[in-house]
């Protein structure tokens, strides 16, 4: 699939201009591919042209997925809600948990760490829209909630991740980071030093106001194949 390697080859060029543009530090924003539903031969072509983080939603595909690029280095990052009764496997296949949404989940993801792995990744999901349709704290509970877990064994927590609704005006589309920006840098917490959000569609606007991991999908492995 030589076309995902042309368009990774393009999603960077993206961020390194928006980098520059913004005043950000040069590779400060990472690129996490969003391969769910993907196949896992484009996940094979992306990773020959040295894509390493590679998000996933749904568990049982994403295990599916593992099992066979099980000798390919991967960094796997679950990005999708999560079920109480899935913490365990999120726990011990997951380097990354972006998602989490409760105390109740914290605390299950890290007394289910196997010892021999190191600390699980976790971001607190924030609801920055206040969107009944998706998981996530308010921006007033994010306080209480990094408090309470900031502390908790096998887990090592980095930041925040975001999805906020959808905007095309690129104004609009700051507006949302820039309130969670502001809401976590006024926390005494300075291990916070992850933000993920961004998509395809508004890569720019989330890198000017601070993202360090955008997670990108469509735009690199297309709609469908």
């Not at 972006?98 to 924030?126: E, T, Y």
């Not at 408090?147 to 690129?170: C, E, T, W, Y």
Request: proline fraction near 5%; charge should be neutral.
């Amino acid at each position: 699939m030589p076309a995902i390697a042309h368009r990774l080859k393009q999603i960077h060029t993206q961020i390194h201009a928006a980098e520059q543009t913004y005043h950000r530090a040069p590779n400060s924003v990472q690129l996490l591919a969003v391969s769910k539903t993907k196949p896992v031969g484009a996940i094979i072509s992306a990773y020959q042209a040295s894509q390493r983080h590679f998000g996933e939603n749904y568990v049982q595909e994403a295990l599916l997925k593992q099992q066979e690029l099980g000798a390919f280095d991967i960094t796997w990052h679950f990005i999708g809600p999560i079920q109480s009764n899935k913490t365990k496997v999120l726990a011990a296949h997951f380097d990354w948990v972006h998602s989490v949404d409760s105390l109740k989940v914290a605390q299950r993801l890290s007394s289910q760490r196997p010892d021999f792995l190191s600390p699980l990744n976790i971001c607190v999901q924030v609801n920055i829209s206040d969107e009944d349709s998706k998981s996530g704290v308010n921006l007033e509970e994010l306080p209480d909630l990094i408090s309470q877990i900031s502390d908790l064994p096998n887990i090592k927590l980095r930041g925040v991740m975001a999805i906020p609704a959808p905007q095309h005006n690129f104004a609009l589309q700051r507006k949302p980071y820039q309130k969670l920006v502001a809401a976590v840098k006024a926390l005494p917490n300075e291990q916070l030093t992850t933000f993920s959000f961004g998509m395809s569609d508004d890569l720019e606007a989330a890198i000017a106001e601070g993202s360090t991991m955008v997670r990108i999908g469509t735009a690199l492995f297309g709609a469908r194949f």
